[in-house]
């Protein structure tokens, strides 16, 4: 196993770990939730980086790396939902986009082919990693909370929309694969 591999696995063990210390009722866990959530999300550019610069780019890095972005942002929205501090309609709206595309990773990987991230995919990914550490940075008391809430939610919906073009992208790039035949 690669590098480039390790780390994305490496992302996936975090997840527990940021659920568990976000969900403990500590200032110091969930200040410690969310540097692991930091470090997990900055590990998705450096398995980048490194699955390209250095030639690791493989099969299983296009297949697990994608789940790994969805196992994070998944969890962190779901604790965000729970704390009252994201939508249910934008995690509804996330989350289907999500089973689409992997529903059409699937029927792509059925033909034998992969299909990568787009552009789009990445940047609905940066926006909801950075919307989710805005979140829950915005979370602490010294915050002003409604001005908190006004700025969270701008951040959740503009990843959302851009979460919607992405699955749209996709879609529109992969019709040729499930179009009846």
Not at 79 to 86: F, H, P, S, V
Not at 129 to 140: H, Q
Request: charged share 15%; glycine share 4%; hydrophobic share 60%.
């Amino acid at each position: 196993m690669n590098t480039a591999n390790k780390i994305t696995l490496f992302r996936i063990v975090l997840v527990p770990v940021f659920m568990a210390l976000f969900m403990a009722d500590s200032s110091a866990c969930r200040l410690a939730a969310l540097a692991v959530f930091i470090i997990a999300s900055a590990s998705d550019a450096l398995d980048g980086y490194i699955a390209r610069h250095y030639n690791q780019i493989t099969t299983f890095g296009k297949f697990v790396d994608p789940i790994a972005d969805k196992l994070l942002v998944t969890a962190a929205f779901v604790i965000l939902l729970m704390y009252g501090r994201i939508s249910p309609w934008a995690l509804m709206i996330v989350l289907a986009r999500e089973f689409i595309v992997t529903g059409l990773r699937l029927v792509a990987v059925s033909e034998g082919k992969v299909i990568a991230a787009s552009v789009w995919g990445k940047a609905k990914t940066v926006s909801q990693m950075v919307a989710i550490i805005a979140a829950m940075t915005l979370m602490y008391d010294f915050f002003p909370q409604n001005a908190a809430a006004l700025i969270t939610n701008i951040m959740i919906w503009i990843s959302t929309v851009l979460t919607v073009i992405s699955g749209v992208d996709y879609l529109a790039k992969n019709w040729h694969m499930i179009k009846m035949k």
